[in-house]
Protein backbone atom coordinates (compact mmCIF):
# COMPACT_ATOMS: atom_id res chain seq x y z
CA UNK A 1 0.00 0.00 0.00
CA UNK A 2 1.21 3.61 -0.83
CA UNK A 3 1.96 5.71 1.98
CA UNK A 4 -0.72 8.74 1.78
CA UNK A 5 0.71 11.84 2.91
CA UNK A 6 -1.61 12.42 6.01
CA UNK A 7 -2.26 16.21 6.44
CA UNK A 8 -2.09 17.52 10.18
CA UNK A 9 -0.61 14.52 11.38
CA UNK A 10 3.27 16.35 12.31
CA UNK A 11 4.26 19.96 12.66
CA UNK A 12 3.22 22.57 10.39
CA UNK A 13 5.45 23.00 7.45
CA UNK A 14 7.86 25.20 8.42
CA UNK A 15 10.39 27.67 6.61
CA UNK A 16 11.99 25.66 3.59
CA UNK A 17 15.76 24.36 4.63
CA UNK A 18 18.21 26.36 2.96
CA UNK A 19 20.36 24.69 0.89
CA UNK A 20 23.83 24.14 2.24
CA UNK A 21 26.95 21.97 0.04
CA UNK A 22 26.94 18.58 1.01
CA UNK A 23 29.93 17.17 3.33
CA UNK A 24 29.69 13.61 3.12
CA UNK A 25 31.44 14.18 6.82
CA UNK A 26 28.72 15.96 8.68
CA UNK A 27 25.74 16.36 6.64
CA UNK A 28 24.45 12.90 6.62
CA UNK A 29 24.64 12.92 10.60
CA UNK A 30 22.62 16.35 10.63
CA UNK A 31 19.18 14.11 9.40
CA UNK A 32 17.00 15.46 12.15
CA UNK A 33 13.91 14.06 12.98
CA UNK A 34 11.86 17.01 13.02
CA UNK A 35 12.65 17.38 9.53
CA UNK A 36 10.13 14.34 8.59
CA UNK A 37 7.75 15.32 5.55
CA UNK A 38 4.33 14.61 7.72
CA UNK A 39 2.69 16.44 4.70
CA UNK A 40 4.92 15.70 1.88
CA UNK A 41 4.37 13.30 -0.63
CA UNK A 42 4.57 8.84 -0.37
CA UNK A 43 7.71 9.54 -2.27
CA UNK A 44 9.27 12.77 -0.14
CA UNK A 45 8.71 10.35 3.31
CA UNK A 46 10.21 7.25 1.67
CA UNK A 47 13.55 9.31 0.44
CA UNK A 48 13.42 10.60 4.34
CA UNK A 49 13.54 7.22 5.71
CA UNK A 50 16.57 6.86 3.39
CA UNK A 51 18.40 8.89 5.30
CA UNK A 52 19.07 7.04 8.17
CA UNK A 53 19.55 3.73 6.28
CA UNK A 54 22.69 5.51 4.61
CA UNK A 55 23.69 5.85 8.15
CA UNK A 56 24.48 1.55 8.12
CA UNK A 57 27.68 -0.26 8.54
CA UNK A 58 29.05 -1.64 5.48
CA UNK A 59 31.98 -3.54 4.53
CA UNK A 60 35.20 -0.88 4.50
CA UNK A 61 32.35 1.60 4.20
CA UNK A 62 31.60 0.67 0.47
CA UNK A 63 27.98 1.52 0.91
CA UNK A 64 27.58 -0.78 -1.69
CA UNK A 65 23.73 -0.08 -2.48
CA UNK A 66 21.16 1.24 -4.61
CA UNK A 67 17.41 2.38 -3.93
CA UNK A 68 14.75 2.97 -5.98
CA UNK A 69 11.29 4.13 -4.79
CA UNK A 70 8.42 2.74 -6.03
CA UNK A 71 4.57 2.90 -5.85
CA UNK A 72 4.28 1.14 -2.11
CA UNK A 73 7.62 0.92 -1.09
CA UNK A 74 11.12 0.96 -1.84
CA UNK A 75 13.35 -1.71 -3.64
CA UNK A 76 17.11 -2.55 -2.49
CA UNK A 77 19.74 -3.05 -5.03
CA UNK A 78 23.32 -4.33 -4.79
CA UNK A 79 25.66 -2.75 -6.19
CA UNK A 80 28.07 -4.99 -7.28
CA UNK A 81 30.67 -2.02 -8.95
CA UNK A 82 31.59 -1.22 -4.96
CA UNK A 83 32.53 -4.70 -3.75
CA UNK A 84 35.91 -5.85 -3.05
CA UNK A 85 37.46 -9.03 -5.08
CA UNK A 86 39.94 -9.99 -2.87
CA UNK A 87 38.62 -9.29 0.87
CA UNK A 88 35.36 -10.19 -0.03
CA UNK A 89 35.27 -12.45 -2.98
CA UNK A 90 31.92 -13.92 -2.62
CA UNK A 91 30.12 -11.13 -1.88
CA UNK A 92 29.36 -12.16 1.48
CA UNK A 93 29.74 -9.43 3.58
CA UNK A 94 28.52 -6.64 0.66
CA UNK A 95 25.36 -8.54 1.16
CA UNK A 96 25.63 -8.47 5.16
CA UNK A 97 26.00 -4.57 4.43
CA UNK A 98 22.83 -4.78 2.85
CA UNK A 99 20.96 -6.58 5.49
CA UNK A 100 22.42 -3.88 7.78
CA UNK A 101 20.96 -1.10 5.62
CA UNK A 102 17.64 -2.88 5.47
CA UNK A 103 17.26 -3.32 9.15
CA UNK A 104 17.74 0.62 9.67
CA UNK A 105 15.22 1.28 7.33
CA UNK A 106 12.88 -0.80 8.98
CA UNK A 107 13.93 0.76 12.34
CA UNK A 108 13.41 4.43 10.47
CA UNK A 109 10.00 3.30 9.65
CA UNK A 110 8.70 2.69 12.41
CA UNK A 111 9.53 5.76 13.97
CA UNK A 112 7.68 7.50 11.72
CA UNK A 113 4.49 5.31 11.91
CA UNK A 114 4.71 3.08 9.42
CA UNK A 115 4.99 -0.81 9.24
CA UNK A 116 7.62 -2.39 7.03
CA UNK A 117 7.05 -5.78 5.31
CA UNK A 118 10.55 -6.90 3.70
CA UNK A 119 10.41 -9.68 1.10
CA UNK A 120 14.10 -10.72 0.14
CA UNK A 121 14.53 -12.27 -3.32
CA UNK A 122 17.32 -13.31 -4.83
CA UNK A 123 17.96 -14.18 -8.64
CA UNK A 124 21.02 -13.42 -8.99
CA UNK A 125 20.26 -10.96 -11.49
CA UNK A 126 22.26 -7.71 -10.45
CA UNK A 127 18.99 -5.21 -12.26
CA UNK A 128 16.78 -6.70 -10.17
CA UNK A 129 15.71 -5.83 -6.13
CA UNK A 130 17.13 -8.27 -3.70
CA UNK A 131 14.90 -6.39 -1.29
CA UNK A 132 11.55 -5.00 -1.10
CA UNK A 133 10.30 -2.75 1.70
CA UNK A 134 6.43 -2.56 1.01
CA UNK A 135 5.58 0.58 3.84
CA UNK A 136 2.13 1.27 5.03
CA UNK A 137 0.87 3.56 7.34
CA UNK A 138 -0.23 1.86 11.05
CA UNK A 139 -3.38 1.97 12.17
CA UNK A 140 -2.18 3.73 15.48
CA UNK A 141 0.74 3.99 17.09
CA UNK A 142 0.23 1.97 19.60
CA UNK A 143 0.38 -0.87 17.67
CA UNK A 144 4.05 -0.55 16.43
CA UNK A 145 7.08 -2.05 17.48
CA UNK A 146 8.34 -0.59 21.16
CA UNK A 147 11.63 -2.57 20.80
CA UNK A 148 12.57 -1.47 17.62
CA UNK A 149 11.05 2.10 17.88
CA UNK A 150 13.93 2.67 20.72
CA UNK A 151 17.10 2.04 18.60
CA UNK A 152 16.07 5.11 16.01
CA UNK A 153 17.75 7.47 18.22
CA UNK A 154 20.63 5.11 18.22
CA UNK A 155 21.06 5.25 14.75
CA UNK A 156 23.11 8.32 14.05
CA UNK A 157 25.36 7.36 16.92
CA UNK A 158 26.43 4.55 16.24
CA UNK A 159 30.22 3.94 14.71
CA UNK A 160 33.03 1.81 14.65
CA UNK A 161 35.35 2.53 17.65
CA UNK A 162 39.01 0.57 16.97
CA UNK A 163 40.50 2.31 20.22
CA UNK A 164 41.09 0.58 23.25
CA UNK A 165 38.17 -0.35 25.44
CA UNK A 166 37.96 -0.30 29.28
CA UNK A 167 38.33 -3.26 31.15
CA UNK A 168 34.54 -2.93 32.39
CA UNK A 169 32.62 -6.14 32.01
CA UNK A 170 29.56 -5.86 30.19
CA UNK A 171 26.50 -5.57 32.46
CA UNK A 172 24.70 -9.30 32.48
CA UNK A 173 21.15 -7.08 31.96
CA UNK A 174 22.66 -6.48 28.24
CA UNK A 175 24.61 -9.87 27.90
CA UNK A 176 21.31 -11.46 28.47
CA UNK A 177 19.59 -9.07 25.95
CA UNK A 178 21.96 -9.89 23.39
CA UNK A 179 21.52 -13.17 23.29
CA UNK A 180 18.31 -13.21 22.99
CA UNK A 181 18.25 -11.74 20.13
CA UNK A 182 18.54 -14.42 17.31
CA UNK A 183 14.96 -15.74 17.96
CA UNK A 184 13.59 -17.32 15.16
CA UNK A 185 15.99 -15.94 12.85
CA UNK A 186 17.77 -17.33 9.78
CA UNK A 187 20.98 -16.10 11.05
CA UNK A 188 22.35 -16.06 15.44
CA UNK A 189 24.54 -15.18 17.65
CA UNK A 190 27.23 -16.51 20.39
CA UNK A 191 28.85 -14.24 22.92
CA UNK A 192 31.85 -15.10 24.87
CA UNK A 193 33.07 -13.13 27.92
CA UNK A 194 35.65 -16.19 28.83
CA UNK A 195 39.15 -14.59 28.88
CA UNK A 196 40.67 -18.08 27.71
CA UNK A 197 38.25 -18.33 24.81
CA UNK A 198 38.78 -14.88 24.04
CA UNK A 199 42.69 -15.29 23.90
CA UNK A 200 42.21 -18.14 21.69
CA UNK A 201 40.25 -16.43 19.57
CA UNK A 202 42.76 -13.69 19.41
CA UNK A 203 45.59 -15.62 18.37
CA UNK A 204 43.35 -16.40 15.24
CA UNK A 205 42.98 -12.96 14.44
CA UNK A 206 46.64 -12.48 15.04
CA UNK A 207 47.73 -15.22 12.07
CA UNK A 208 45.38 -14.11 9.88
CA UNK A 209 46.57 -10.25 10.00
CA UNK A 210 49.78 -11.91 9.04
CA UNK A 211 48.10 -13.99 6.50
CA UNK A 212 46.12 -11.09 4.94
CA UNK A 213 48.47 -8.23 5.01
CA UNK A 214 51.26 -10.22 3.84
CA UNK A 215 49.36 -10.45 0.23
CA UNK A 216 50.01 -7.38 -2.09
CA UNK A 217 46.50 -8.02 -4.00
CA UNK A 218 44.67 -8.08 -0.50
CA UNK A 219 46.76 -4.94 0.41
CA UNK A 220 45.79 -3.37 -2.81
CA UNK A 221 41.97 -4.29 -2.70
CA UNK A 222 42.30 -2.66 0.41
CA UNK A 223 43.66 0.39 -0.26
CA UNK A 224 41.40 1.36 -2.66
CA UNK A 225 39.25 2.06 0.48
CA UNK A 226 41.52 4.23 2.70
CA UNK A 227 40.80 8.13 2.99
CA UNK A 228 43.10 10.71 4.49
CA UNK A 229 41.61 12.67 7.05
CA UNK A 230 40.40 15.45 5.16
CA UNK A 231 38.74 13.77 2.23
CA UNK A 232 35.59 15.06 0.45
CA UNK A 233 35.28 11.78 -1.11
CA UNK A 234 31.90 9.85 0.78
CA UNK A 235 33.06 6.33 1.15
CA UNK A 236 35.79 4.65 1.97
CA UNK A 237 37.60 4.65 5.25
CA UNK A 238 39.32 7.64 7.13
CA UNK A 239 42.70 7.70 8.83
CA UNK A 240 40.83 9.11 12.04
CA UNK A 241 38.52 6.25 12.06
CA UNK A 242 41.46 4.07 12.54
CA UNK A 243 43.13 6.24 14.99
CA UNK A 244 45.77 7.52 12.63
CA UNK A 245 46.95 11.36 13.02
CA UNK A 246 46.10 13.31 9.12
CA UNK A 247 49.68 13.65 8.56
CA UNK A 248 50.24 9.74 8.77
CA UNK A 249 46.62 9.78 6.86
CA UNK A 250 48.01 11.32 3.92
CA UNK A 251 50.15 8.47 3.35
CA UNK A 252 47.41 5.54 4.10
CA UNK A 253 46.69 4.44 0.58
CA UNK A 254 50.46 4.41 -0.09
CA UNK A 255 51.39 2.33 2.93
CA UNK A 256 48.26 0.41 2.80
CA UNK A 257 49.53 -0.82 -0.82
CA UNK A 258 53.61 -0.99 -0.13
CA UNK A 259 54.47 -2.07 3.10
CA UNK A 260 53.36 -5.68 5.24
CA UNK A 261 52.28 -4.16 8.26
CA UNK A 262 51.27 -7.41 9.45
CA UNK A 263 53.02 -8.54 12.43
CA UNK A 264 52.52 -5.01 13.35
CA UNK A 265 48.88 -5.20 13.26
CA UNK A 266 48.56 -8.57 14.51
CA UNK A 267 50.34 -7.80 17.71
CA UNK A 268 47.93 -4.79 17.99
CA UNK A 269 44.52 -6.58 17.41
CA UNK A 270 46.14 -9.50 19.61
CA UNK A 271 46.00 -7.61 22.21
CA UNK A 272 42.57 -6.11 21.60
CA UNK A 273 40.81 -8.84 21.16
CA UNK A 274 42.53 -10.71 24.11
CA UNK A 275 40.70 -8.11 26.19
CA UNK A 276 38.09 -7.70 24.68
CA UNK A 277 35.25 -7.71 27.61
CA UNK A 278 32.83 -9.50 25.46
CA UNK A 279 33.40 -10.92 22.16
CA UNK A 280 30.07 -11.28 20.08
CA UNK A 281 30.41 -14.24 16.79
CA UNK A 282 27.41 -13.73 14.26
CA UNK A 283 26.22 -16.89 12.77
CA UNK A 284 24.72 -18.13 10.14
CA UNK A 285 24.75 -20.92 6.94
CA UNK A 286 26.94 -19.53 3.22
CA UNK A 287 23.71 -18.69 1.37
CA UNK A 288 22.69 -14.92 0.04
CA UNK A 289 19.35 -14.83 2.21
CA UNK A 290 21.35 -16.17 5.29
CA UNK A 291 23.87 -13.04 4.69
CA UNK A 292 21.06 -10.54 4.51
CA UNK A 293 19.68 -12.01 7.86
CA UNK A 294 23.04 -11.39 9.14
CA UNK A 295 23.50 -8.52 7.86
CA UNK A 296 19.70 -7.24 9.70
CA UNK A 297 20.91 -9.66 12.61
CA UNK A 298 23.97 -7.55 13.17
CA UNK A 299 22.65 -3.85 12.97
CA UNK A 300 20.33 -4.27 15.47
CA UNK A 301 23.19 -6.05 17.61
CA UNK A 302 24.49 -2.98 16.61
CA UNK A 303 21.77 -0.14 17.60
CA UNK A 304 21.01 -2.21 21.03
CA UNK A 305 24.60 -1.85 21.86
CA UNK A 306 24.91 1.48 21.58
CA UNK A 307 21.52 2.37 23.18
CA UNK A 308 23.00 0.73 25.90
CA UNK A 309 26.15 2.95 25.91
CA UNK A 310 28.51 0.44 24.60
CA UNK A 311 30.91 0.46 21.79
CA UNK A 312 32.07 -2.35 19.17
CA UNK A 313 34.58 -3.08 16.50
CA UNK A 314 35.37 -5.85 14.68
CA UNK A 315 37.75 -8.42 13.86
CA UNK A 316 36.89 -10.24 10.55
CA UNK A 317 40.15 -11.54 9.70
CA UNK A 318 39.39 -14.91 10.55
CA UNK A 319 36.23 -15.59 9.14
CA UNK A 320 37.96 -14.37 6.02
CA UNK A 321 40.61 -17.17 6.01
CA UNK A 322 38.95 -20.46 5.07
CA UNK A 323 41.33 -22.77 7.54
CA UNK A 324 41.18 -19.89 10.15
CA UNK A 325 37.13 -19.59 10.01
CA UNK A 326 37.19 -23.58 10.46
CA UNK A 327 39.03 -23.43 13.87
CA UNK A 328 36.77 -20.29 14.59
CA UNK A 329 33.80 -22.88 14.84
CA UNK A 330 35.12 -24.99 16.28
CA UNK A 331 36.86 -22.80 19.12
CA UNK A 332 32.97 -20.98 19.80
CA UNK A 333 31.45 -24.74 19.28
CA UNK A 334 29.05 -22.71 16.40
CA UNK A 335 26.96 -24.99 14.64
CA UNK A 336 26.58 -22.30 11.93
CA UNK A 337 29.53 -20.81 9.89
CA UNK A 338 30.74 -17.61 11.62
CA UNK A 339 29.86 -14.62 9.70
CA UNK A 340 30.99 -11.71 11.82
CA UNK A 341 33.41 -11.90 14.72
CA UNK A 342 33.12 -8.16 17.14
CA UNK A 343 33.92 -7.33 20.38
CA UNK A 344 31.87 -4.85 22.41
CA UNK A 345 33.04 -2.59 25.95
CA UNK A 346 32.78 0.94 27.17
CA UNK A 347 35.27 3.24 25.98
CA UNK A 348 35.96 6.54 26.69
CA UNK A 349 36.83 7.86 23.22
CA UNK A 350 34.24 8.72 20.62
CA UNK A 351 35.25 7.16 17.55
CA UNK A 352 35.47 9.45 14.47
CA UNK A 353 32.62 9.37 12.26
CA UNK A 354 33.34 8.05 8.50
CA UNK A 355 31.61 9.72 5.28
CA UNK A 356 28.62 8.98 3.73
CA UNK A 357 27.28 9.22 0.35
CA UNK A 358 23.84 11.46 -0.33
CA UNK A 359 20.38 10.08 -0.35
CA UNK A 360 20.09 11.87 -3.92
CA UNK A 361 23.28 9.59 -4.80
CA UNK A 362 21.85 6.14 -4.22
CA UNK A 363 18.73 6.88 -5.94
CA UNK A 364 18.18 4.70 -8.63
CA UNK A 365 14.78 6.38 -9.60
CA UNK A 366 11.88 8.79 -8.15
CA UNK A 367 14.68 11.34 -6.70
CA UNK A 368 13.27 13.59 -4.97
CA UNK A 369 14.43 17.30 -4.99
C1 LIG B 1 29.73 -6.77 7.00
C2 LIG B 1 30.71 -5.81 7.61
C3 LIG B 1 32.03 -6.20 7.79
C4 LIG B 1 32.95 -5.32 8.38
N1 LIG B 1 34.25 -5.73 8.57
C5 LIG B 1 35.12 -4.92 9.22
C6 LIG B 1 36.45 -5.36 9.51
O1 LIG B 1 36.82 -6.50 9.22
N2 LIG B 1 37.29 -4.51 10.14
C7 LIG B 1 36.90 -3.26 10.51
O2 LIG B 1 37.71 -2.53 11.10
N3 LIG B 1 35.64 -2.81 10.27
C8 LIG B 1 34.76 -3.61 9.63
N4 LIG B 1 33.48 -3.19 9.39
C9 LIG B 1 33.07 -1.85 9.81
C10 LIG B 1 33.11 -0.87 8.64
O3 LIG B 1 34.42 -0.56 8.29
C11 LIG B 1 32.33 0.39 9.06
O4 LIG B 1 31.01 0.03 9.28
C12 LIG B 1 32.39 1.46 7.99
O5 LIG B 1 33.69 1.94 7.84
C13 LIG B 1 31.48 2.64 8.36
O6 LIG B 1 31.89 3.22 9.58
P1 LIG B 1 30.93 3.26 10.85
O7 LIG B 1 30.64 1.84 11.25
O8 LIG B 1 31.71 3.99 11.89
O9 LIG B 1 29.68 3.96 10.43
C14 LIG B 1 32.54 -4.04 8.79
C15 LIG B 1 31.20 -3.66 8.61
C16 LIG B 1 30.29 -4.54 8.04
C17 LIG B 1 28.84 -4.13 7.87
Same mark, same amino acid.
Given at each position: ?? &?? !?????????????????????????????? +? %??????????????????????????????? %????????? =??????????????????????????? %??????????????? &??????????????????????? *???????????????????????? %??? /????? $??????????????????????????? *???????? !????????????????????????????????? !??????????????? $?????????? !????????? *??????????? +?? =??????????? *?????????????? /???????? =????? =???????????????????????????? $???????? &?????? &??
Amino acid at each position: ML &VH !ATPGLGPPEGKPMRQREYDPMTTPYGVNEN +D %FPWTGSSDEQAAFLLRYAILAPSTHNTQPWK %FALVPGGIE =VYADYSRRMPVVDPGNRELLMSIGAAV %FTLRVAAERFGMESR &VTYSYSGDSERPLAVAALSRRAS *QSEGDEGIASLFGPIVRRHTNRYP %FLY /SRVPE $TILRRIRGLDVGRRASLAVSTDGSVNS *QVSELVAA !ADRMQLGDPSFRSDLAEWIRPNWTQRPDGITGA !ALGVNSVASALGPWT $TRVLDTGSLR !AAKDRNLCA *QAPGLVVLQAQ +DS =VPDWLACGELL *QHLLLIVTREGLHH /SYFNMPVQ =VPDLR =VRLRGLCGLSDWPQILLRIGFSLTEPAR $TPRRSVEE &VLLTGA &VT
